[in-house]
Every structure is written in C-alpha cells, then in structure tokens.
C-alpha cells in the first residue's frame, strides 16, 4: 500500500520560514519524480515546486521561485520543502504528490498518481 504523509505545517508570521517534509509508507514509490502542490480556501490546487528522481532537475512555480526549495533523500523516502519569506497568500493546505515519471518533473497535477492527506500551513500578516 502507498502512504505518502506529509509533516512540518504550522502558524508562521510573514517573513519567517518552515520546512514541510514528505515520508513514503514503502518502497514502492522508488523510481518516481515528486512534487507539492497547495490549495488555499476557495481557490484551485496549484502547482508549487517538483524533483525528478535523481535530484538534478528541479521545477518551481513562478510565485514561489527564490524563496521555495525543494530537495530529497532517497534512502529516507523522504522529499522536503523548504519555504523562506512566507506571505500570508502562502497560506493553504500543502500536498505531496508522486508522478511514475522518474526523468521529468511536471509541473501538472495530472502526472501525479499519488497523494498525502496535506499539511496546513498559515502565514499571518
């Protein structure tokens, strides 16, 4: 059975930073590119940042670029995300996702297979 479970949200003033980490139940996600996706109330799931399998190749969302990095440690099925200078429009429920694709790291909800249950995340003003 694939778990991905999502960990490190939290209540975070403007300008401060978290570090949103991403555990997998298993080994059956071995091979697969990663991703976070978020969705703040009332708006739609958007795409936030993604690693292909190896880590060499990295894809960010434009409002995110700069300030969001994302990284893995295949030997602890874990992928994190590191997010500095949060604003309150960071606020929303933060999405792990799996994709089979090993080589590209998609940047589209659709490539992804897997997901975790979410993390908050709130960044007061």
């Known amino acids: 059975q694939v778990q991905l479970v999502e960990s490190g949200g939290g209540l975070v003033q403007a300008g401060g930073s978290l570090r949103l980490s991403c555990t997998v139940s298993?080994?059956?996600?071995?091979?697969?590119?990663m991703g976070w996706f978020r969705q703040a109330p009332g708006k739609e799931r958007e795409f936030v940042a993604a690693i292909n399998w190896i880590g060499n190749s990295m894809r960010y969302a434009d409002s995110v670029k700069g300030r969001f990095t994302i990284d893995r440690d295949n030997a602890k099925n874990t992928v994190y995300l590191q997010m500095n200078s949060l604003q309150p429009e960071d606020t929303a429920v933060y999405y792990c996702?799996?994709?089979?694709?090993?080589?590209?790291?998609?940047?589209?909800?659709?490539?992804?297979?897997?997901w975790g249950q979410g993390t908050q995340v709130t960044v007061s003003s």
């Open positions: 996702a799996a994709n089979a694709n090993s080589v590209v790291a998609s940047g589209s909800s659709d490539a992804y297979t897997f």
């Open positions: 298993d080994l059956t996600l071995r091979g697969y590119s």
